[in-house]
């Protein structure tokens, strides 16, 4: 498909300088390791100036905040500008996160290493923390099954579970400018892109809002699929009663289907089978039977699908069109 998002970051926020105030790099201690620090302390990321995007690399008094548990920076300052997070964590959107290196991903499997612009920066090119990995479409906490992702108020969660096509789907924290960006609106990033993280909870910025490619990407629903085909048509809009259907999400469009993701992915899995993403699939005009005699048209709709192999492909075209679950 050629309506995929061109331009996606992690964060809103600005890069760091990564060196101390004399400029010098800051490598006294290995965050990574927890080496080079004395009893009661941790090595870890100090806010020097944060309006500046200037901060180290240093030993600082450990804090007490056990991983996943409610964090904070201190005032900027080389003595005051640490977090208060226990080691070997580190405090990333308001949650302690385990500090881990990207190259090998050193966070455990329900975990993944992610690079934070203005934490760990310059000196550090390869340290990251480990966010959290959830189920995007319940919003669920993989690491201990907390719901909003362990958001404070699971009701306005500031926090969400965010991925792309062949990503893994990790906690991350909701820009405040994205948290009313549901179904159908424009996402929040640069121009000609989105943030990874540029939409509510529970909805991603997936594709654009046309087959243009100068169109706006927009954010779409994510839902819970069941497979779809003639005859077959009363999970189109997601399971029902599963409470993750378009419907629950607000979208309620002529023509909304609930898509299998892995239709999309370059290397797809069964364990994406419980992810999907409310489109139009009418609205989104192409080539899609790979046939440059026949014009083109709207991706085909699950609905109007057979579970039959009518082309003589081998494969039934409902499964071809991502109406069914992935099966290897």
Not at 193 to 213: D, E, H, V
Not at 232 to 242: I, K, Y
Not at 256 to 263: D, K
Request: negative net charge.
């Amino acid at each position: 498909m050629r309506t995929l998002v061109t331009a996606l970051v992690i964060t809103v926020a600005a890069c760091g300088g990564g060196s101390d105030k004399n400029g010098e790099p800051s490598v006294a201690c290995n965050p990574v390791t927890q080496t080079g620090c004395g009893t009661g302390q941790k090595c870890t990321w100090v806010k020097i100036d944060a309006a500046s995007s200037l901060g180290k690399v240093a030993c600082v008094a450990d804090g007490s905040v056990a991983k996943a548990g409610s964090c904070q920076f201190g005032p900027d300052g080389e003595t005051t500008g640490f977090d208060d997070c226990a080691a070997p964590g580190v405090c990333v959107g308001g949650k302690c996160e385990e500090i881990c290196s990207l190259s090998p991903d050193s966070c455990p499997s329900d975990e993944a290493c992610s690079r934070y612009s203005g934490v760990f920066d310059g000196s550090f090119p390869e340290v990251g923390a480990c966010d959290f990995l959830c189920d995007p479409v319940t919003q669920q906490r993989a690491y201990d099954g907390a719901a909003a992702c362990g958001s404070p108020d699971p009701g306005a969660p500031t926090i969400g579970c965010y991925g792309f096509f062949d990503r893994n789907f990790a906690c991350s924290p909701v820009p405040s400018a994205a948290q009313d960006l549901t179904h159908g609106t424009e996402a929040l990033g640069p121009p000609g892109g989105a943030y990874l993280n540029g939409c509510a909870a529970g909805y991603a910025p997936l594709l654009r809002s046309s087959t243009n490619q100068d169109a706006p990407v927009i954010c779409l629903a994510l839902c819970l699929p069941s497979e779809t085909y003639v005859g077959n048509t009363a999970g189109a809009t997601g399971l029902p009663g599963s409470g993750y259907t378009c419907a629950d999400r607000g979208a309620t469009a002529p023509g909304v289907e609930c898509h299998f993701l892995w239709t999309f992915e370059d290397a797809p899995a069964t364990d994406r089978n419980g992810i999907g993403f409310c489109w139009q699939p009418g609205d989104y005009v192409g080539d899609w039977d790979a046939d440059a005699y026949t014009a083109d048209t709207g991706f085909p709709a699950c609905v109007d699908l057979p579970n039959s192999d009518t082309d003589a492909d081998g494969i039934p075209q409902h499964y071809e069109y991502g109406c069914a679950p992935y099966v290897p």
